[in-house]
């Protein structure tokens, strides 16, 4: 390759990473500028409420939940969630039952204008703690009661991902249903929001 056009190809080259690094640049501001306007005092003037009540079944692990949040503009949520989980270890016939809370963040993706068909994805992070277990085997050699790990009084972290499918029946009720992805359960999940 001559040094002519190694300078063309390299030129090329800079030109076209550099209009990458400005698209993904101008990506990122759109993005920022959508969280400054949703908490500008005209975008506060838009906010309302959005609560939801959700069955989450998945292997081992079922539990309602309710979330308690703000919609800052026609994309995205920010809120609570709160929920009790039962957990199944059926190594030692044994179940633990569990408190947790947590924030979160739903993002839409609308299919309509009129917004009655939408893409979701909710993501959590919260804290838990066991409050009871029950069940378990007895041991024979020493005669304790195994059940799980965890016991009562135990906290963890837990967060999850659940993408999904809604679909608004009247104003703002909504049936909502799709796979969950969490620390304490991989299943689905099914409910209603208002």
Known sequence: MTPAIRRIVLALFLALATTTANAQLGTMYSYFDGWRHAFSEEGMSEWWPEFTVRYSLGIRTRGPCVTAGIRVD????????????????????????????????????HLSRRDV???YTDASAGVACVFKTTGGIVDPETGIVRGSSKQPGDLMIISSCEPGIRIRLLDNFHLFIGPTFATKCYGFHIGVGF
């Open 74 to 109: 026609r994309n995205r949520t920010l809120g609570i969630v709160a929920g009790q989980w039962r957990n199944y270890y059926p190594r030692n016939d044994a179940y633990t039952y569990t408190l947790g809370a947590g924030i979160y963040m739903r993002r839409y993706i």
């Open 117 to 119: 068909v939408a893409f």
